[in-house]
Structure formats: structure tokens, C-alpha cells
């Protein structure tokens, strides 16, 4: 099992950026975490069909 890299659930109000941890509880203010991973779709084909139209779009032009 890969390790899932986790986000403090509050960092937006509890810290100036995202803070990772491992743990199940953020060690520098005790919030939740959450799952950082991506979501389910994966961005990269979506903007891959986007460029892929655009280039054919130019070369209609
Ligand atoms: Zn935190």
C-alpha cells in the first residue's frame, strides 16, 4: 500500500499554507486530515483532449 500523503482538514484557517502529514491528525494543531489524492478523473487526459482540439482547431483556420 502506497502512503497516502494527507492535508489538514483546517490549514486554511489554522496555517498560511496546505500542511502534509501521514497521520490521521494534523501534528501542529490537531485538526482531521483528509486525503490529499487527486480527484477521480485524471486531469492530464482532459486537458491532453483540450489541447488536441485546439491544435486541430488551428490548423483548420
Ligand atoms: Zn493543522
Known amino acids: 500500500m502506497k502512503a497516502d500523503i494527507r492535508v ?9 499554507r496546505p500542511r502534509y502529514t501521514l497521520q490521521d491528525r494534523c501534528p501542529d ?3 482531521d486530515t483528509e486525503n490529499s489524492a487527486p480527484a477521480p478523473y485524471n486531469p492530464e487526459d482532459r ?3 483540450y ?3 485546439v491544435k486541430r482547431r488551428e490548423r483548420d483556420a
Open 51 to 53: 489541447r488536441r482540439r
Open 8 to 16: 489538514c482538514s483546517a490549514w486554511e484557517t489554522a496555517h498560511e
Open 47 to 49: 486537458y491532453g483532449e
Open 29 to 31: 494543531c490537531g485538526a
